[in-house]
């Protein structure tokens, strides 16, 4: 599965790392849907502001065109189709996606070298298949989303997954409205005027986030112009902004006693990551209230949401043992269901499930174990292999997973680990 789908990055075609979920604009369409095509033609790029403001690639779809023509992650996208980047997110979007199967020209900045390349579109739906992948849109979840997933992966598998994780999602008090994941009791209408007010990127400012540094409420704000204000685009389940009654779509107008309109972009960051209480204060109808939120570390805020993925760690090195395993964790129940993984990789070797309840590990049952170690347990240290005891539409199987190093499954894909994540071996260390 790949990494999940928001306005904070510009899609162009989602890049292979962690799980993924894409929103579609027509929910007739089965496959992705962007500024209004259904499964559009695209270069097989994700991009994103670096530290710079510049808009860089940072990463390329396994065996599709941009990264067979030599795009690399870390490459500054300075033109597309002899437009600027400086247009903007809304124009360069045209730009990239496409309804037509018209190759798109890229110059990028790689070092102090500039680079023209030529680089053909395909369907995205072409992209998944190009990666062994295929894409699946649950219906009996929400019929705006589609997910990537092994092409072994069946329908029944999508919708056990999306269960399970609403669950988790309902037992913190969240729910799904419009395809977004918001506090139960969050109106519609709120949704639907954050959507509204997307929908007209030229408006959009910027947006305010996880900080790098300091601590972390647990929401997201975008920044609009024209008209000003500051709106909530979402909030982390299990946070302080989860629980204190904040909702997506809330307009945010004073936070720590200073008003929005009259703070900065750095000062209005340093406000929402202070340590401790801070009070932001929102707008709703003509009605104005103050909400009370704790901030806590970002690293902290996320490893305790409900529907994170075991086992808990950070980015892999190339010598860190791999298995592909991912799990969601019921700590009511203490129950473990395999989520999405990326393949190639052992569990996708042999046919891991996602959907599949995880009834052992190594012998041991889960409903005996802890969420730490069931963490651990996941997490291998060598080469040693792995049993599993799953049950998948009510039949029990014994899974034996040998893990293997990073380095090796980026090996099988023609890849390194580069500065810049996964990268195709003839790009740039």
Same mark, same amino acid.
């Given at each position: 599965m790949r990494m999940a789908v928001d306005f904070f990055v510009l899609v162009v075609a989602l890049c292979p790392a962690g799980p993924a979920i894409a929103k579609t604009a027509q929910q007739a369409c089965s496959a992705p849907s962007y500024l209004g095509i259904c499964n559009p033609y695209v270069p097989g790029t994700l991009i994103s502001v670096n530290d710079t403001g510049a808009i860089s690639v940072v990463g390329t779809w396994h065996n599709g065109p941009a990264e067979k023509a030599g795009v690399c992650p870390g490459d500054q996208i300075v033109a597309v189709n002899g437009v600027s980047a400086d247009v903007g997110w809304t124009k360069l979007q045209h730009e990239l996606i496409s309804a037509i199967p018209a190759p798109a020209h890229l110059r990028i900045k790689r070092g102090q070298r500039v680079l023209d390349l030529n680089v053909p579109r395909v369907r995205e739906t072409t992209l998944a298949t190009l990666s062994g992948e295929k894409f699946i849109r649950p219906p009996s979840v929400s019929s705006g989303v589609v997910v990537t997933v092994p092409e072994y992966v069946t329908e029944q598998d999508v919708r056990s997954v999306e269960r399970f994780?609403?669950?988790?999602?309902?037992?913190? !008090? =969240?729910?799904? #409205?419009?395809?977004m994941q918001v506090p139960l009791g969050t109106p519609e209408e709120s949704v639907q005027r954050l959507n509204e007010?997307?929908?007209?990127?030229?408006?959009?400012?910027?947006?305010?986030?996880?900080?790098?540094?300091?601590?972390?409420? !647990? =929401?997201?704000? #975008?920044?609009?112009?024209?008209?000003?204000?500051?709106?909530?685009?979402?909030?982390?389940?299990?946070s302080a902004a989860g629980t204190a009654g904040l909702w997506v779509g809330d307009e945010v107008v004073a936070v720590g006693g200073q008003a929005i309109a009259t703070v900065d972009l750095d000062l209005l960051r340093s406000l929402l990551s202070r340590p401790g209480k801070i009070v932001v204060q929102v707008r709703r109808g003509n009605a104005i209230r103050d909400l009370d939120l704790n901030t806590s570390p970002a690293a902290d805020i996320f490893a305790g949401r409900p529907d994170s993925q075991l086992p808990d760690f950070a980015e892999p090195t190339a010598t860190t043992y791999i298995t592909g395993i991912t799990a969601l964790w019921d700590e009511k129940q203490h129950q473990l269901v395999a989520d999405y993984f990326d393949p190639p990789c052992p569990a996708s070797a042999v046919h891991l499930h996602p959907g599949s309840e995880i009834l052992e590990i190594n012998g041991k049952a889960v409903r005996h174990m802890s969420r730490s170690e069931?963490?651990?347990?996941?997490?291998?240290?060598?080469a040693k292999p792995i049993l599993l005891t799953i049950r998948r539409e009510g039949n029990q199987h014994v899974l034996?997973?040998?893990?293997?190093?990073?380095?090796?499954?980026?090996?099988?894909?023609?890849?390194?680990?580069?500065k810049f994540g996964p990268s195709p071996i003839s790009c740039p260390d």
């Open positions: 994780r609403q669950r988790l999602l309902t037992n913190v !008090g =969240f729910t799904v #409205v419009n395809d007010a997307l929908k007209h990127s030229d408006r959009i400012v910027t947006t305010i986030g996880v900080p790098h540094n300091g601590q972390y409420a !647990g =929401f997201n704000l #975008v920044l609009f112009k024209q008209p000003s204000e500051a709106l909530v685009a979402s909030i982390v389940p299990g069931v963490a651990k347990q996941l997490l291998p240290t060598d034996r997973i040998v893990p293997v190093q990073y380095k090796d499954t980026l090996a099988s894909m023609g890849r390194k680990l580069g």
